[in-house]
């Protein structure tokens, strides 16, 4: 069965977010065989076996006359991952040549992130971000939770400049207990700046996954006339014949995606470049057959 039909034309004609994730979530199921939610979370597991330092107070001792062995029952923070959703909101993630920008695409990604997760009843959190926190909602796991998180991916317009290291810094240290960190940005800033920030995450013990996304045209500068270019945070200007920069550019965009691509492999980050010219549920599903294959 052809999966690959939640084209970026057909997601943007859909207004709803909360349609857009339900679709892009049920077009990623199509055909799976295995539950979708594999390789977001571990196996779900009520119990455990009673081990040095749990009290007796939480043994299930109707469980213990059924098979006369010690078992406690795991509380929600011990049975169902935490994750903690950020965007990056800064003008920069405004352009889109196509039927999406990048924001669009990212606000749809996460949103259906977001639904995916919760009906497993994981805990969901996001953080917005631009020239400084905009939004910091706290992982929840009700599923009412989705309308809180929904209706703030909903009403976001692209801010101003940012700095993306330090702001990685401060949420860093917002988010106390242990998860998985799903940072959405195009990533433009200085490199190795932006690298100390999210190995900050991984100093604390969290999982990080980045979704590097990119306009299709940031990549392949496939303009036939003369165009200027205009930074969409600084303001900066710059005219040229698209050809004669084009050598030199691919190769800087190349080295640019190349060093997060290298050093997140080696410091057990999971990077994974995305471009706003493909198909959601295949972005999600060619994720998750990554993640089940790694583990």
């Not at 950020?86 to 993630?93: A, G, H, Y």
């Not at 997060?260 to 998750?288: E, H, M, P």
Request: glycine share 6%.
């Amino acid at each position: 069965m052809q999966r690959d039909i939640l084209t970026p034309e057909i997601i943007s004609k859909i207004d709803n977010l909360h349609f857009r994730a339900r679709r892009v979530v049920e077009g990623f199921i199509v055909g799976k065989h295995k539950s979708p939610y594999h390789g977001f979370s571990a196996e779900f597991s009520e119990h455990r076996a009673y081990g040095p330092g749990d009290e007796i107070k939480h043994i299930d001792w109707k469980l213990f006359g059924k098979t006369d062995r010690y078992y406690v029952k795991q509380f929600e923070e011990e049975t169902n991952l935490r994750a903690n959703l950020i965007l990056d909101q800064s003008n920069s993630m405004s352009y889109g040549s196509g039927h999406l920008t990048k924001l669009d695409f990212a606000q749809t990604l996460l949103a259906s992130i977001a639904y995916l997760m919760l009906k497993q009843q994981d805990a969901v959190g996001l953080t917005v971000f631009d020239t400084d926190i905009k939004k910091f909602i706290p992982p929840r796991s009700k599923s009412s939770h989705l309308n809180v998180l929904l209706s703030t991916l909903s009403n976001l317009d692209s801010g101003g400049e940012t700095s993306i290291a330090p702001i990685l810094h401060k949420i860093a240290e917002k988010i106390h207990k242990r998860g998985l960190i799903i940072l959405v940005s195009d990533l433009f800033d200085n490199p190795k700046e932006t690298f100390n920030g999210l190995k900050h995450f991984r100093h604390k013990g969290h999982e990080v996954v980045v979704f590097h996304i990119l306009d299709n045209e940031e990549i392949e500068l496939s303009f036939k006339d003369r165009v200027r270019f205009i930074d969409k945070e600084t303001g900066q200007k710059i005219t040229t014949d698209p050809w004669h920069i084009k050598t030199s550019y691919i190769k800087e965009i190349k080295t640019f995606c190349d060093y997060y691509k290298y050093n997140c492999r080696k410091n057990k980050i999971d990077y994974v470049n995305i471009f706003t010219n493909q198909s959601l549920d295949k972005v999600i599903s060619d994720y998750l057959i990554k993640r089940n294959s790694l583990k």
